[in-house]
Nanobody, 123 residues
Framework: VQLQASGGGLVQAGGSLRLSCAAS????????MGWFRQTPGKEREFVAA????????TYANSVKGRFTISRDNAKNTVYLQMNSLKPEDTAVYYC?????????????????WGQGTQVTVSS
């Protein structure tokens, strides 16, 4: 599967952005989907994920209550709605796909990655 992330940009603190990740192929519903983010000099960190089976979701504590992950299997797309953004949310955001039935919270659990999209939150 090939993944294409979009929707990043510059936003003021307290604002919102919605990231999209479009997947190629006809088996999108077979993949659990996740979002990660990375800042220079730091490890790529888990943000959120949604399962392939029952759309169970999980979030990093740092974004819980502010971010919402969702998927539209008819459009082969996963979304990350980001509200109440903070300067510390500034990062390159990556979408990823996993063949696992669970929804891993670590980078190693994902098999396919999209290119990143930059999110910058100004104070």
């Amino acid at each position: 599967v090939q993944l294409q992330a979009s929707g990043g940009g510059l936003v003021q603190a307290g604002g919102s952005l919605r990231l999209s990740c479009a997947a190629s192929g006809r088996t999108f519903s077979s993949y659990g989907m996740g979002w990660f983010r990375q800042t220079p000099g730091k490890e790529r960190e888990f943000v959120a994920a949604v399962s392939r089976i029952d759309t169970t979701t999980t979030y990093a504590n740092s974004v819980k209550g502010r971010f919402t992950i969702s998927r539209d299997n008819a459009k082969n797309t996963v979304y990350l709605q980001m509200n109440s953004l903070k300067p510390e949310d500034t990062a390159v955001y990556y979408c990823a796909a996993t063949l696992s039935a669970s929804i891993p919270g670590t980078r190693g659990g994902y098999h396919y990655w999209g290119q990143g999209t930059q999110v910058t939150v100004s104070s």
